[in-house]
């Protein structure tokens, strides 16, 4: 088999721009028998250009949505499917997505980030070789450490629309519905191209808590497996999950690429701070609030600093009280320092042990609001009493 360059297969779009320009007046007079017919010339000469997928995808949609053209402004997709029984919307939809600030993560995870996005981008050309592609990723990882984000990172970076499915809401009370829950949910998907997102995806695997979920949990999981394996390549699939350990093994295995997204470290911490706090917290702060903050999601990080920037703003100060958002650090810990309730000793202590030795005895001054001489001596003594 010869092997051929992943540009090669992308024909002119010129090529097919009068057959697209007629389709778009069908769809706007309305006429979907024009709209069809030409959608049916555009695929048969996909087809011959070596646009399997592209021509694929037409043909997809030509066959689902064979009465109506297809309408941006609904999301070309139709009306979302909803629960049989409490009548809710299976997923939520959103056609163009707009992030306004990047996920901060580790490089290694980056770089799995985009590559994912650019094995996608290169559907055509692994289909035409032969070697197919799995358009499925899996981020696992601690509440608020940016899986959500990153999906819809992807979505954008893909240009494609996102569906985002939470499994809370999939879950039917009523023995049979979640199976058939899941089978709406990604017919509608794959109605059209687009990102399908699980998100919190392991209240599917929470079901195994009740015995009388057992044998529904069984008929979901098949379903499941049934649903992800008929997926098109041009379709991506990407599920989130704080608890992977409780994921049937069988539906773990089914995601080609999987990433853990865990706790930032100290540099993406000082990073989120930063943009987080923007003005409100002198640079020279950041890498010791940084220090300070091991363990906590960028999420929490995020809600403490806006917590502390309303603080400033009902002050009318210009900066954050420092005092304060070290105290509502040391709150979110189980045993958590409470920042008010310390002297200026203790203070130290606990900045200084927090810190693991790496925060200069001049910044510990400022953050204490004591001489450097002061500091000095209580970190002798401390040093002392071990
Ligand atoms: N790595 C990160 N980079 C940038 N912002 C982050 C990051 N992690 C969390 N955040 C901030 O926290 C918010 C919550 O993160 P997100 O919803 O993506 O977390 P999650 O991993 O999906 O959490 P959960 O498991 O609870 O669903 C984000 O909207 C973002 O503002
Ligand atoms: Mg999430």
Redesign the pocket.
Request: hydrophobic share 35%; glycine share 16%.
């Given at each position: 088999m010869a092997t051929r360059k992943k540009d090669e297969y992308k024909a002119p779009v010129r090529d097919f721009l009068s057959d697209i320009a007629k389709i778009v007046e069908g769809a706007l007079a309305p006429n979907p028998d024009r709209v069809r017919s030409y959608a049916e010339h555009l695929a048969g000469r996909l087809t011959e250009a070596g646009e399997v997928v592209a021509a694929r995808r037409l043909e997809r949609a030509l066959g689902r949505n064979s009465a109506r053209p297809v309408s941006l402004s609904q999301g070309g997709g139709g009306a979302l499917p909803v629960d049989s029984e409490s009548r809710m919307p299976l997923a939520d939809e959103e056609y163009v997505v707009e992030l306004e600030?990047?996920?901060?993560?580790p490089q290694y995870v980056k770089e799995g980030l985009d590559k994912f996005v650019s094995y996608i981008s290169a559907a055509d050309c692994f289909i035409a070789n032969g070697v197919g592609i799995s358009a499925s990723l899996l981020?696992y990882?601690?509440?608020?450490?940016?899986?959500?984000?990153?999906?819809?990172q992807i979505a954008q970076q893909l240009e494609l629309p996102l569906v985002t499915a939470r499994a809370d809401s999939l879950i039917s009370s009523y023995l049979g519905s979640t199976a058939k829950n899941l089978r709406l949910l990604f017919e509608h998907a794959i109605a059209r191209p687009c990102v399908l997102f699980l998100?919190?995806f392991d209240a599917l695997g929470k079901m195994r808590d009740d015995d009388r979920e057992l044998g529904e949990l069984k008929r979901v999981v098949i379903s499941l497996l049934q649903n992800i394996d008929a997926m098109g390549p041009e379709h991506v699939l990407i599920a989130?999950?704080?608890h992977e350990h409780l994921l049937d093994p069988a539906i773990w295995r089914r995601f080609a690429h999987k990433f853990k997204?865990d706790y930032?470290g100290p540099e993406?911490r000082e990073i989120?701070l930063s943009?987080f706090f923007g003005n409100f917290v002198e640079k020279r702060d950041l890498p010791v609030l940084a220090l300070l903050t091991e363990g906590i999601?960028?999420?929490e990080?995020?809600e403490m600093s806006r917590e502390a920037i309303r603080g400033a703003l009902l002050s009318s100060s210009p900066q954050i009280d420092l005092g304060g958002f070290l105290s509502s650090i040391g709150l979110s810990r189980p045993n958590g320092l409470a920042w008010h309730k310390l002297d200026s000793a203790g203070r130290l202590a606990a900045l200084h042990e927090a810190g693991h030795g790496g925060i200069t005895q001049a910044e510990l001054a400022r953050l204490v609001g004591k001489n450097q001489t002061y500091v000095s001596r209580v970190l002798k003594k401390i040093k002392h009493d071990q």
């Open positions: 600030t990047t996920p901060v993560l981020l990882g601690p509440p608020g450490c940016g899986k959500t984000m990153a999906a819809r998100d919190e989130a999950t704080n997204l930032p993406d989120l943009q999601s960028g999420g990080l995020l």
